[in-house]
């Protein structure tokens, strides 16, 4: 920084000021500093600035050992908000659930100096092992159980079922089957219990889900079962990759969709636009999800001080060519027109 600072033909505090973007520097002189900085190929020290400040600057995420689609795009939601705020992400990837292992992630991410942890929880299991977490750290979950103790963003998943299913209805369908996720998964919970409200809501039958493990081959199995069902015209498949193995199993039964079967997925992964037919689905925002849950990170680090709050990220519906109007007698079927 001294370097920096003899070149620029100003006090280290100058450069100090510049660095960290505070107020006081007049524009001509902040010029002068930053292209000395960038002369020098200057990096700040974040550990030395870290035993001045006492601040790391630096955020703990502990999530699954997963590249699903959902915990991966969360932590990436959170990674770009934290690069927002000028903070830096160290993560633990848990090898178990059990509250030993959760508390030992934790753990490691303190021995690190971060100043607080986003924990991204979407298993019953990891919900259950955040009881009892230290006090006197800064704790945000993600997709955590609404009952806990500490700060909690989560999707509106039970909206998002909501909207699928009502979806469907209104073009028609008697009755709307799920393919749903693994029952030790809170988001396939909420998402059945969203999709069976509005049936009953409806006054639709209800009937019996198909067991899925968000992989598309549990979709194809599901689909397979399905598609042998003549009155089976909709389908909620709990996400998009399940909602391909449907997709597949369909075709291959020679019932196509839209045109036997309408078919909504969720999650609205980069490729659902380009499926065949293009897969009308959930969209959840994990931008949104990733600055909320840092938002709330950095008002504890702040406050010193962690309240229970329950913040929710409203789902979006896209209507794409997957779904379309039950058949009229003697009438051709309609398609929604894509968005």
């Known amino acids: 920084m001294m370097d920096v600072a003899i070149l620029a033909g100003v006090s ?67 990674e770009q908000a934290a690069l927002e705020s000028k903070y830096f992400v160290t993560v633990a990837s848990l090898r178990s659930t059990e509250r030993p292992a959760v508390r030992q992630a934790i753990g490691r991410l303190v021995d690190q100096g971060v100043e607080g942890v986003v924990i991204i929880a979407p298993l019953v299991a990891l919900a259950e092992a955040l009881a009892d977490l230290p006090t006197d750290l ?38 709307v089957w799920h393919v749903a996720g693994p029952t030790d998964w809170l988001e396939a919970r909420q998402r059945t219990a969203g999709w069976r409200r ?49 997709m597949r199993a369909f075709h291959e039964a020679g019932r196509p969709i839209p045109g ?22 959930i969209r959840q925002d994990f931008g949104e999800v990733g600055r909320r849950s840092l938002a709330l990170l950095l008002d504890q680090i702040e406050a010193g001080s962690r309240p229970a709050q329950r913040h929710v990220v409203e789902t979006t519906l896209v209507v794409r060519d997957s ?11 309609r398609r929604r027109p894509s968005r």
């Open 323 to 333: 779904t379309a109007s039950t058949p009229a007698a003697g009438q051709p079927r």
């Open 12 to 78: 280290h505090q100058t450069v100090s000021r510049v660095v960290n973007a505070l107020p006081g520097v007049k524009p001509t002189t902040r010029v002068r500093v930053l292209a000395a900085i960038e002369q020098l190929g200057y990096r700040r020290n974040s550990a030395a600035r870290a035993l001045v400040t006492g601040r790391s600057q630096t955020l703990g995420v502990v999530t699954l050992n997963s590249t699903l689609y959902g915990p991966a795009s969360t932590l990436y939601g959170i």
């Open 198 to 246: 509005t049936l009953e809501e409806a006054g639709a039958e209800v009937p019996p889900p198909l067991p899925g493990d968000w992989s598309a081959r549990s979709g194809y199995d599901a689909g397979r079962v399905l598609a042998r069902m003549p009155d089976v015209t909709a389908i909620f498949a709990a996400n998009d990759s399940m909602a391909v193995g449907i």
């Open 260 to 281: 036997a079967v309408s078919l909504v997925g969720f999650d609205d992964v980069p490729e659902a636009a380009y499926y065949s037919p293009p897969l009308t689905t």
């Open 138 to 175: 800064p704790i945000v979950a993600v997709e955590g159980d609404a009952d806990a103790d500490i700060d909690v963003v989560t999707v509106g998943q039970d909206a998002g079922a909501h909207a699928a299913t009502a979806h469907l209805l209104s073009l028609g369908h008697q009755t």
